[in-house]
Every structure is written in structure tokens, then in C-alpha cells.
């Protein structure tokens, strides 16, 4: 009996057409586009750039980097079923990340999507968690998902005024009183303005 032929498989397909530059208040210019594999070290800066309380906000633990797993399992996304934007800035020759926004399917067994946002320290309060949430959000509809929901800490008053202003409904987290679930239903398959 001869082996079966083994074909590799191939790499998602990079979606440039969701690539987006908007500018920030003072002018600057943002760069918003998918995450790439190319992106571990930019991605790893980033993590660490963050504060403590950041961190733990992101992350809903204590790390001060991404593990090499960890990692790994960030930078590959399919580009569809899960996705992530970074906000990209450009200074003195050199890119940086300074967001960062994605959803994957949940673990919960719902059915849902679970997304999670983070902004650099210093770039927070300049709508930069905004415009990245509604780029994902954007995708998220053309992409057919139909249900998207994330696990805030109760105290991060920042992300659950956000979620609101996105129209997320806020619930008691399943896990206990030290998380809010935000959740909101999407229109599947619409085509996002």
C-alpha cells in the first residue's frame, strides 16, 4: 500500500484590503491592518511595553511577556473564524505597535466569538481603542460571525464604556463578580459600511 500524499497546507490568505490608515487628533498617521506572522517581535515589545496594570488587564494575569506558546498561538490567526489588528505608528524609521484588537471563537461552547482589546499606556484617551474595535467589529460582520462577547475585569471602567458606546450589553460574568461578560449580537454576512 502506498503512503498518502501529505500536501502542506497553505497559509490564510493576508487580507490588504482591510488595511486602513487613519489619522490621529494632532494629524499624525495611524496604521490599522491584520496582524502577520512577521509580527512576533513587534507584538512580544508591545506586551512588555504595557504597565503592570495594562497587563493584567489584557491578559487577566500577571505575565511580563508572552510565553513562546503564547505567542505563537496569538500569530496565528485565520483571518476569518479569528482575527487581529494592530494599530501601527512610525517613528525615527522604526514601526511600533501601539494596539492591538482580536476575536477568536470562544471556548465556552456558545457559539460566540470572544474579543480582547489593549492600547499602550501612552496612547490611551485617543479614541485609538475606538477606531480599532470598530475595524474589528467591521470585519467581524463581513466575516459572518454573529455573536461577539469579551470578559472584562469589573473594575476596568475604560473598556465597559466602550463596550457600551459599541452598543455591548453588560452581564453578570459566569465566573464570579470580579468580571463583567459584554455582549453584543452582530448582523452576519451584512455588508459593513
Not at 165 to 191: I, N, S, Y
Request: hydrophobic share 45%; charged share 20%.
Amino acid at each position: 500500500m502506498a503512503d498518502a500524499l501529505v500536501l502542506p497546507q497553505r497559509a490564510p490568505r493576508y487580507p490588504a484590503e482591510s488595511v486602513e490608515i487613519r489619522l490621529l487628533a494632532e494629524g499624525r498617521p495611524l496604521l490599522i491592518r491584520p496582524l502577520a506572522a512577521s509580527d512576533a517581535e513587534p507584538l512580544q515589545d508591545f506586551v512588555r511595553g504595557l504597565s503592570t496594570t495594562a497587563r493584567y488587564q489584557r491578559f487577566q494575569s500577571g505575565l511580563r511577556e508572552l510565553a513562546p506558546d503564547l505567542l505563537a498561538h496569538l500569530l496565528a490567526v485565520d483571518y476569518r473564524s479569528s482575527m487581529a489588528f494592530v494599530a501601527v505608528v512610525f517613528e525615527h524609521g522604526h514601526r511600533q505597535i501601539i494596539a492591538e484588537a482580536r476575536y477568536a471563537p470562544a471556548l465556552d461552547g456558545t457559539g460566540a466569538t470572544d474579543f480582547a482589546l489593549a492600547t499602550a499606556d501612552a496612547w490611551q484617551r485617543q479614541g485609538i481603542g475606538r477606531m480599532l474595535l470598530d475595524h474589528l467589529l467591521r470585519y467581524a460582520v463581513r466575516s459572518c460571525i454573529s455573536r461577539m462577547q469579551g470578559d472584562v475585569l469589573h473594575d476596568n471602567t475604560a473598556m465597559l464604556g466602550l463596550a457600551r458606546q459599541f452598543g455591548f450589553a453588560l452581564r453578570m460574568h459566569p465566573d464570579g463578580a470580579w468580571l463583567t461578560r459584554v455582549e453584543k449580537a452582530l448582523d452576519p454576512c451584512a455588508v459593513a459600511a
